[in-house]
């Protein structure tokens, strides 16, 4: 009997701080109208102080573990894909185990730029194929703002900070991920960088001066790259699973441009209805995009039992991941009504829960 990857807990967390065009433009040279001409998108939300990749991945994690109905002790492997960890070393997704209570569960970071949680969730998925493990904790997170040249306007107006989570079950029962597709293609290197702080250009007084720890983009190279492949992405992990384009219940793409996301939509011929767009509160959130875009279809009612979800997201390297899934838990488990926010994102039975 196969041994299959269901989503049993899903959750999200944004920081409360809302920095909106508006706002950006008083220090930057930009404007409400480009940004949201451009982009499609109208804030971003940006890390407390005291907040780091580790604090906003726990609360996302919490939430699918509430969901879940699942005890921390119980969790396997933790998984963290982000290109802002709390340290070059150690992993991130170590001190996420350890903060969570998850006492037996091992942990790696996982750096696929923003198609990480896509390169973590197929991770998850072979080690519960595998037979290897049961619980699996698969965390998308980004503390972007911490990386952005606040001076650049071609870049610092389109990332935001979050964090979302899946938490990967063993079941025999049928669905799950169906199909994947990772990509990668090194010859994009200059294409979305952060030059220094790594072995090929360390940190120095001069890096620093130069902002060269911040993220470097050819924007219109990126643009263009990024709507090819994620659409040959999406094909792939379809046919990987055996099915058609027009199988697909709801798509969630990484939240990178609407530009591109139209565009993607208009090559694959996919109804407007049938894709989650969440870019205008949140910006680009790298890693955290596409589970946080995913949490928010569920809790706006957009994904229900039996459904095909594909999610695709492209990212610097370049990188590129699609995986298509079916969703097989009770949406109304969890969590947010329509439009509904908590400042944590915390779901509201356990909220329930906690005030009885
Ligand atoms: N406000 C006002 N004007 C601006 C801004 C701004 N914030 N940024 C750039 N401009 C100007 C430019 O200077 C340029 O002016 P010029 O014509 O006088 O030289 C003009 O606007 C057009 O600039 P372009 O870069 O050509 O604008 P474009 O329409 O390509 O949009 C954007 C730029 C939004 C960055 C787009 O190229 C894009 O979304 N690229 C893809 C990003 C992406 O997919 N990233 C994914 C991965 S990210 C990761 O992995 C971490």
């Excluded at 709390?86 to 198609?115: H, K, M, N, W």
């Excluded at 979302?164 to 063993?170: D, P, Y």
Aim: proline share 4%; glycine share 10%; charged share 20%.
């Amino acid at each position: 009997m196969t041994t299959n990857a269901l989503i049993g807990g899903w959750g999200m967390y944004a920081p409360s701080r809302i920095m909106t065009n508006d706002e950006l433009s008083t220090f930057v040279d930009t404007s409400d109208e480009w940004i949201r001409t451009r982009t499609g998108i109208r804030e971003r939300r940006i890390a407390a102080d005291d907040e780091t990749a580790t604090t906003l991945a726990v609360h996302a994690a919490r939430d699918a573990l509430a969901v879940a109905g699942l005890d921390p002790g119980e969790l396997d492997l933790v998984i963290v894909g982000t290109c802002t960890p709390d340290y070059p070393l150690p992993a991130t997704a170590v001190l996420v185990a350890t903060e969570l209570g998850a006492t037996r569960a091992s942990g790696f970071d996982l750096q696929a730029a923003c198609s990480g949680f896509l390169y973590a969730l197929a991770s998850g998925h072979s080690f519960i194929r595998s037979g290897m493990y049961r619980n699996v904790m698969v965390i998308g997170v980004e503390v972007l703002s911490r990386f952005l040249d606040w001076t650049d306007r071609s870049t610092c107006v389109l990332f935001g900070d979050g964090a979302g989570a899946v938490l990967l079950q063993a079941s025999d029962a049928p669905g799950g991920l169906l199909g994947f597709d990772l990509f990668s293609d090194g010859t994009g290197c200059e294409g979305i960088i952060m030059p220094a702080g790594g072995s090929a250009r360390p940190a120095s007084h001069a890096t620093v001066d130069a902002h060269q720890h911040a993220i470097r983009m050819l924007g219109s190279e990126v643009y263009k790259y990024a709507t090819r492949q994620m659409g040959e992405s999406a094909m792939a992990a379809v046919r990987n699973a055996g099915l058609t384009v027009d199988d697909v219940d709801q798509f969630v793409f990484h939240q990178a441009n609407l530009r591109i996301i139209n565009n993607v939509q208009k090559q694959l011929n996919i109804p407007a209805e049938k894709t989650y767009v969440n870019i205008e509160k949140y910006g680009n959130t790298s890693a955290a995009s596409v589970p946080m875009a995913l949490v928010e279809a569920v809790a706006a009612g957009r994904i229900h039992q039996g459904d095909k979800v594909l999610m695709v997201a492209f990212g610097a390297g370049y990188t590129a991941g699609a995986a298509l899934m079916e969703w097989t838990a009770d949406p109304t488990r969890a969590f947010l009504a329509p439009g509904e926010q908590t400042r944590s994102g915390q779901p509201r039975r356990a909220l329930e829960e906690a005030s009885a």
